[in-house]
Nanobody, 122 residues
Framework: QVQLVESGGGSVQAGGSLRLSCTASEYTYGRYCMGWFRQAPGKEREVVAINTKYGGTVYADSVKGRFTISKDNAKNTLYLQMNSLKPEDTAMYYC????????????????WGQGTQVTVSS
């Protein structure tokens, strides 16, 4: 059972940047889909970006061109670089992993981190 620990959230003004990190307890390349999800108060959890088992990336339309997901396989760490942040990006951000397929089009990942809060003020 993979364990995930996130870090890097915080408060920033609109237009600013943050980088989230998620360190997994075991090697993930070729074994786990990994992704970033977010949930704002009163809203459903939504996919932000996915890193597939072999390094492909998929983004939600709302973050394309602003966010970049990447993974350092040697460090078992997933990143989310968030630029040009908007107030509507305010949410709890979660890292997740799943050994099944497909990696995209689903939110029922098996393993989740504790979440890290991102707050963007206008």
């Amino acid at each position: 059972q993979v364990q995930l620990v996130e870090s890097g959230g915080g408060s920033v003004q609109a237009g600013g940047s943050l980088r989230l990190s998620c360190t997994a307890s075991e090697y993930t390349y070729g074994r786990y889909c990994m992704g970033w999800f977010r949930q704002a108060p009163g809203k459903e959890r939504e996919v932000v970006a996915i890193n597939t088992k072999y390094g492909g990336t998929v983004y939600a339309d709302s973050v394309k061109g602003r966010f970049t997901i990447s993974k350092d396989n040697a460090k078992n760490t997933l990143y989310l670089q968030m630029n040009s942040l908007k107030p509507e990006d305010t949410a709890m951000y979660y890292c997740a992993a799943d050994g099944g397929t497909p990696c995209t089009g689903r939110r029922d990942y098996a393993y989740w981190g504790q979440g890290t809060q991102v707050t963007v003020s206008s």
